[in-house]
C-alpha cells in the first residue's frame, strides 16, 4: 500500500496535462483567432480550474486583458464578443478622446463637448421649468458637455488616423458602437460639428 501511495505521488508530482495558451502577445480588446491559441501540456500539479484545454471555447472571445505569448488563457481573461442589442444600431465614431483602454464589449458614455443644443442631456446640471437640462455647475468659459448616448456598447476600435485631428489638436481615433437610433442621430449630428470623447461608464 505504501509503494501504491509513493508511484502516486510521483505520477502526480510527473504527469501532464493540456493546457490552452496564446500563441502570441494578445492585446486587450483583441478577438481571438484559431492562430492566436495552442495547447500545450503544463505540469498537472500548475493546472487550475481557471485553466481551459479547448481552443474553440476561446476563439471568438474578445482578450479582457493584455495576455502573453505563452501564458494560459484562463477563463476569466475573455468575454463574449459582442452582439448587437435589439433595436440598436451600430455607428462608428471620430474620437477625440484618447482612450487607450478602450476595449470591444466595453460599456461608455458618448459625450460632447459644445453642450446640448439639439438633444442630449447636460451631464451635470438640472432642469428649468420647461424640462429643459441647463447647467448648474460654475463656468469656466465653454459649454456644459452633453451626454449624447448614455450606453453604448463598444463593437470595434480602429487604429488611430494621424492625418486626422479633432480640431483640438489631439489625432482622432474610430470606434464603432451599437447604440439606439435616437441617440446614433445626435451622435452622427455632433461629429460633424466637434469633439466627441468617451466615457467610461
Do not use: W
Amino acid at each position: 500500500m505504501a509503494l501504491l501511495f509513493a508511484i502516486e505521488a510521483v505520477v502526480s508530482q510527473t504527469g501532464t496535462a493540456p493546457v490552452a495558451v496564446a500563441a502570441r502577445p494578445i492585446a486587450r480588446g483583441e478577438i481571438i483567432g484559431a492562430d492566436d491559441v495552442e495547447v500545450i501540456r503544463f505540469p498537472v500539479v500548475a493546472v487550475t480550474a481557471s485553466m481551459t484545454d479547448s481552443i474553440d471555447e476561446l476563439i471568438g472571445n474578445v482578450a479582457y486583458i493584455d495576455i502573453g505569448g505563452g501564458d494560459p488563457v484562463l477563463t476569466s481573461m475573455t468575454r463574449a464578443a459582442p452582439l448587437v442589442p435589439p433595436g440598436n444600431t451600430v455607428v462608428e465614431v471620430r474620437l477625440a478622446s484618447a482612450l487607450d483602454e478602450l476595449a470591444t464589449g466595453d460599456r461608455v458614455k458618448l459625450v460632447s463637448a459644445l453642450g446640448c443644443a439639439d438633444g442630449g442631456h447636460s451631464s451635470d446640471g438640472g432642469s428649468n421649468e420647461n424640462g429643459t437640462q441647463t447647467d448648474t455647475s460654475p463656468s469656466y468659459g465653454t459649454a456644459a458637455t452633453c451626454v449624447l448616448a448614455d450606453d453604448a456598447l463598444v463593437m470595434g476600435v480602429n487604429e488611430a488616423d494621424p492625418d486626422a485631428e479633432s480640431g483640438y489638436g489631439t489625432v482622432q481615433r474610430k470606434a464603432s458602437f451599437a447604440m439606439p437610433a435616437d441617440a446614433a442621430v445626435r451622435v452622427m449630428q455632433s461629429q460633424e460639428a466637434g469633439a466627441i470623447v468617451a466615457v467610461m461608464r
